[in-house]
């Protein structure tokens, strides 16, 4: 009989089915572990969130000057002042973060109250902006504006004029408060 | 040479044999995590004035981050939350900031079921909780929508995904801080925790 244990020519061989098994052990084992540690990796995940906040300067309001009303004339029917071109008018700057936009608002009638307590008198504000120190080229604001631009200084100016009819007034001083409310956007 | 044929042939079989247990060990292996922003992913504070105070995002804000973690629903997840110590314009400007966290497990991305994480940093919860979640679970339909309600990407099988999700909020404090940007970064960790 002839001798054919030992032969690597023969599968039948021990010695060839044992290098078959460590090979097969050995491919095995390296398409096992590669998945087992994708499978780990895959297991863990990170991800980042970014948290923000921007912060401004507030918003500081100065007068400059008030608004000034000449004596009124027993004749005079209405006050008016021109807030575009008016020398009488009240002057205000916003100061604030250079280049923010900012919403300005305000109530067009306010009532003045006689230092007497009794009569009243409704005056009408007319309020022009500009973000150059230059009362003839402002612009006429509505009640509510919302597309002004601090300037590079961070200034806003403003001229306060308005209208008020006397005609039925009670001779003496009327006060009241005018609001306006400057706001980042 | 006819031998040596035979013994390449023996040698092939077993390997294609190898190839599919690969397979199958691969089925068996849990689902990978999936973790997605589904917001802008910037916790957003917008602006603010200086000594303005305390400012909060809090859970149910329009501004909240939500991050969805889709994985195997037999698992629990183990979430580490590393929020940055302040928000910083620079090494000597900082803004205070208090992270804030919740997450739900039931299936879907709802806030007003969300559970505040026991700490402010981690939390291990089960990705779907069988007690609180929708009847029947997100995988017994077997569906594959894709719609963000915990029930994407089931293919049936053991290797059945759902989504759990997170909401992150906070709120920071502004005194009389120097004006700019303030930045910070939360980093997320998530990880099966069984």
Known sequence: MKETVGNPM?????????????????TTACTIFPFKMIAQDS????????????????????????????????????????????ANTGKMIAIGNANAQIRVSFVRQRT???????????????????????QASAELLQADNRDL?????????????????????KPGNYNGDFTIEVEYI | MKNLLIAIALL????????????????????????????????????????????SINLMDPGTEVISIEGDHTKDLYVTLTPPPSLQLDAANTLPFTLGASYSNIGENNKSQAIDFPNSLTATFPIYDQNRGQKPPPWANNNTNGNGNGNGNNSGGSNTTVKAYLYLYGSTTVGNDRAGTYTGTINLTVSYAN
């Open chain 1, 10 to 26: 023969n599968p039948f061989d021990p010695t060839l089915m044992q290098r078959i098994v460590t090979v097969l052990l050995l």
């Open chain 1, 43 to 86: 297991g863990t995940s990170r991800i980042s969130i970014t948290a923000t906040a921007r912060v401004v300067k507030s918003i500081e309001m100065r007068t400059i000057r008030d608004m000034s009303f000449s004596p009124v004339q027993p004749s005079q029917q209405q006050i008016s002042i021109n807030a575009l071109n008016d």
């Open chain 1, 112 to 134: 003045l109250t006689h230092a007497s307590g009794n009569g009243t008198l409704t005056f009408t504000y007319e309020i022009a902006g500009n973000d150059q120190d230059d």
């Open chain 1, 149 to 169: 631009t601090l300037n590079s200084e961070g200034r806003y100016y403003f001229w306060i004029g308005g209208q008020v009819n006397v005609e039925n007034a």
């Open chain 2, 12 to 55: 092939i079989v077993p390997l294609r044999d190898a190839n599919a247990q690969m397979l199958a060990l691969n089925v068996d292996a849990p689902p990978g995590i999936t973790v997605t922003v589904l917001s802008d992913g910037v916790l957003d504070f917008g602006t603010l004035i200086q000594n303005q105070g305390q400012v």
